[in-house]
Nanobody, 123 residues
Framework: QVQLVESGGGLVQAGGSLSLACAGSGRTFSNYAMAWFRQAPGNEREFVAAIMWSGGRTSYADAVKGRFTISRDNAQNTVYLQMNSLTPEDTAVYYC????????????????WGQGTQVTVSS
């Protein structure tokens, strides 16, 4: 049974930083894309960043480029999202997802999802 478990959310002031982690279990993720999506109240779930488990290629949404960094630790089967220069507009529930192939921001093609972790940025 595949599980993705997020951790690291919380409350931070604008301009601050947070780091999220997503621990995967139940299978190997070679040839998988690992991604972070987020959903704010009243909004659709949107793409944030993705990384290919093999090779480490990355992709970012324009709204987070230069502020967020996605990375992975193969040995720990964990994906990270380092978030810097946070603004209130980054407030959302952040979800980790996994799916086969170079699917990047294609939300419907992700097969596995975590339960989400709340990130709140105060002004």
């Amino acid at each position: 049974q595949v599980q993705l478990v997020e951790s690291g959310g919380g409350l931070v002031q604008a301009g601050g930083s947070l780091s999220l982690a997503c621990a995967g279990s139940g299978r190997t993720f070679s040839n998988y894309a690992m991604a972070w999506f987020r959903q704010a109240p009243g909004n659709e779930r949107e793409f944030v960043a993705a990384i290919m488990w093999s090779g480490g290629r990355t992709s970012y949404a324009d709204a987070v480029k230069g502020r967020f960094t996605i990375s992975r630790d193969n040995a720990q089967n964990t994906v990270y999202l380092q978030m810097n220069s946070l603004t209130p507009e980054d407030t959302a529930v952040y979800y980790c997802a996994a799916g086969r192939g170079s699917i990047w921001s294609q939300l419907p093609r992700y097969d596995y999802w975590g339960q989400g972790t709340q990130v709140t940025v105060s002004s």
